[in-house]
């Protein structure tokens, strides 16, 4: 197929709070969805480890207090006080690890069955922080984006508000190659980047289901008809100074 026989598609939008309570939401569900599952043997192992971190650093703490009530040497304390740091690390390691992997706590959100629940936790979560920081004039949801689909890639510009001087913009220019998804639900179009991140539309943006679904289709078509190259063929152009609004 051709690729220039497919139109431009181009969108302006803003993100009210809620758009990014959603977007923050998904980003968590993204997350946790691709930490690789605990095996059998790693679970009850990181249960077991867990114990003996927990009773450790309790039985290190008794015994610090002993070490101070008595004065015993300094390196009893000292002792004392470093198997309890170790007990605490322990015990944040098995419930978040650094790994991309479960801790035993993400794994019994699945176990369970309540990883929807668990979403939906984490995005009240995040809407009363943000409403937090709205009220205190901590964050301001005033950027405007304008995402412009293109044969070769999507270009997304940002004008930025003039708070103290003229209005900023940014530009960002992306390959289809390096989109690995693109996505839509209930309330966001999102393209997926991997660990570059993602990029997200809010629904909103589009004046009906009709022209959402047709952007969708027509990044999905431009994605499957991109010419191979790398992964992250992605430039990014230096903020400038546009006229404000």
């Known amino acids: 197929m051709d690729k220039t026989a497919i139109p431009c598609f181009e969108v302006q939008f803003e993100y009210s709070r809620y758009d990014w309570v959603q977007i923050t939401a ?49 390196y009893f304390v000292v002792g004392a006080a470093v198997l309890i740091v170790f007990s605490i690390g322990m015990v944040k390691e098995i419930i978040r690890p650094q790994r991309p992997m479960r ?12 990883e929807e629940q668990a979403v939906e936790r984490y995005k009240q979560r995040a809407d009363r922080l943000f409403a937090r920081q709205e009220a205190k004039g901590e964050v301001v949801f005033g950027q405007r984006y304008t995402l412009q689909l293109e044969p070769e ?51 909103s943006a589009f004046p009906d289901d009709e022209a959402f679904h047709d952007f969708a289709r027509a990044a999905q078509e431009y994605r499957s008809h991109a010419s191979a190259g790398p992964k992250a063929d992605t430039a990014i152009q230096a903020l400038t100074h546009v006229k404000a609004f």
């Open 153 to 203: 890639g999507y270009v997304l510009t940002v004008d930025y508000p003039a708070a103290a001087g003229p209005t900023t913009r940014s530009q960002t220019h992306t390959a289809w190659s390096a989109v690995h998804v693109v996505h839509i639900d209930d309330h966001m179009l999102s393209l997926q980047l991997g660990e570059a991140g993602n990029l997200f539309v809010p629904r």
């Open 103 to 114: 801790g035993l706590m993400d794994e019994m959100i699945f176990r369970m069955g309540i």
């Open 26 to 74: 998904q980003n968590y569900k993204n997350w946790l969805h691709g930490l690789r599952p605990l095996s059998q043997t790693e679970f009850w192992l990181l249960w077991l480890l867990l114990a003996v971190a927990v009773f450790g650093g309790l039985g290190s703490l008794v015994f610090l207090g002993i070490a101070i009530w008595l004065a015993l040497a300094w």
